[in-house]
């Protein structure tokens, strides 16, 4: 298996602009979650997904933040407007069969908002 | 505040030397687990201790849980250039009032492997 993909790697955008990040979770896992890492505040949960159901999106920052997974293959981390203290690497894990075992990381997207 | 505090924050050894990260955390825990991350890359999971276990191994890692001091450490033996990376300890915690539970990350030790 090709591990979590995400995409794209680096985004750089002006404030305003609206940003889109995408994960391809391991085929069969049941669970994905979005995190944000930053030096400041570390490893931070934003939501996460059982069979294609936001189940806890507590961690999401405002409502600038939105999240879909229409699909067991396919999630995006949508931010719009986006503003420069949302610039940090954006992870994507998925997980198989329960959502507090062993995660899987893609490499993350990493945004730069000027 | 995160529930895993990891100490320390950096540590700085010669390869060949064993390397020691700590991990606290506040509440009760089903399990704990370790993961590393090199520098610009995701994170990657090493191993996993439930609450009834003490001690457990993999390679040259090394884990133990002392559930009474809430505690956990991290054991690299013979360290090589190629540990160098950033490790995490994560425990499930529930954050929000009626909320789930989750994995928690702290924020790290960065452990450099001088050769």
């Known amino acids: 298996d090709a591990g979590v993909i995400q995409s794209p790697r680096h985004e750089v955008t002006e404030m305003g602009q609206e940003v889109t990040l995408r994960c391809k979770p391991i085929s069969g896992h049941d669970y994905l979650f979005w995190y944000r890492q930053t030096m400041m505040r570390g490893l931070e949960l934003l939501i996460y997904f059982n069979n294609n159901v936001p189940i806890d999106d507590s961690g999401m920052p405002e409502d600038r933040f939105s999240a879909k997974m229409p699909n067991a293959s396919f999630s995006t981390l949508k931010i719009q407007p986006s503003e420069p203290r949302d610039s940090a690497v954006y992870f994507c894990?998925?997980?198989?069969?329960?959502?507090?075992?062993?995660?899987?990381f893609g490499e993350g997207s990493r945004l730069t908002v000027l | 505040s995160q529930q895993g505090e990891e100490d320390p924050q950096a540590l700085s050894i010669q390869e060949g030397e064993n390397a020691t990260m700590n991990c606290s955390y506040k509440t009760s825990i089903n399990n704990l687990q370790w993961y590393r991350q090199n520098s610009g890359r995701g994170l990657v999971h090493l191993i996993l201790i439930r609450s009834n276990e003490r001690e457990k191994h993999s390679g040259r890692l090394r884990v133990t849980l002392d559930t009474s001091k809430k505690s956990s450490s991290l054991l690299i033996t013979a360290s090589r250039a190629a540990d160098t990376a950033s490790y995490f300890c994560?425990?499930?915690?529930?954050?929000?009032?009626?909320?789930?539970?989750?994995?928690?990350f702290g924020k790290g030790t960065k452990l450099t492997v001088n050769p």
């Open positions: 894990a998925s997980s198989f069969f329960r959502n507090t075992g062993e995660l899987f």
């Open positions: 994560a425990t499930v915690r529930v954050l929000t009032q009626g909320g789930s539970e989750k994995l928690v």
